[in-house]
């Protein structure tokens, strides 16, 4: 049973106007913001004390939702993109030229994530948007699991919404589909 959705139109203006929300995924709570609000992407990376370097993942209910900040992405790519999707895999693809840096840190790749957890897929849909997703925990600590752990972490600096986490053990795995290297599994 999925947990009721928030007022969408209000979380929708939350979010543009920069607010951070704490949100179920496959293995833990994660962060998460407007991609395109460069403030709260920065507030997240305040919040984890994690450096803007290493880039951060975009999560979504299909590829559509990574379209604005990918190049376009070779149809022999594309039609293997289901070996991975939806689910807990994390695919490195080229960031479009005008990708913010505040996303893809210092690098010529973007990760992103189209989700098989049903409660982040539809949170998506709902929005129209995809979602910056990093674990909800400072650097170094372990992932938060729970919507009242990332309430008592963050305080109000970030929104939890209910929810409940996948069954996952670890978090997503990381994929160069281009080279085939696994950054994580």
């Given at each position: 049973m999925l947990t009721p959705l928030p007022n969408i139109q209000r979380l929708r203006a939350f979010l543009k106007r920069g607010g951070v929300i704490a949100y179920a995924t496959e293995s833990c709570y994660g962060?998460?913001?407007?991609?395109?609000?460069?403030?709260?992407?920065?507030?997240?990376?305040?919040?984890?004390?994690?450096?803007?370097?290493?880039g951060?993942?975009?999560?979504?209910?299909?590829?559509?939702?990574?379209?604005?900040?990918?190049?376009?992405?070779?149809?022999?790519?594309?039609?293997?993109l289901d070996e991975w999707w939806p689910g807990p895999n994390t695919l490195l693809l080229p960031a479009a030229k005008h990708c913010p840096h505040w996303l893809r840190g210092s690098h010529a790749k973007l990760a992103v994530r189209v989700t098989a957890h049903a409660e982040t897929a539809r949170l998506c849909r709902h929005l129209g948007m995809a979602l910056v997703s990093t674990s909800a925990n400072r650097a170094g600590n372990h992932s938060l699991k729970q919507a009242a752990a990332c309430a008592k972490t963050f305080g109000l600096r970030v929104l939890p919404l209910p929810g409940q986490i996948g069954k996952r053990k670890r978090p997503s795995s990381i994929i160069d589909p281009g080279s085939g290297d696994v950054f994580r599994r």
């Open positions: 962060l998460g913001c407007d991609p395109s609000n460069q403030r709260a992407v920065l507030r997240i990376l305040q919040l984890k004390r994690r450096p803007q370097s290493k951060l993942i975009l999560i979504g209910a299909d590829i559509d939702q990574f379209r604005r900040y990918l190049a376009p992405i070779p149809a022999a790519l594309v039609a293997r």
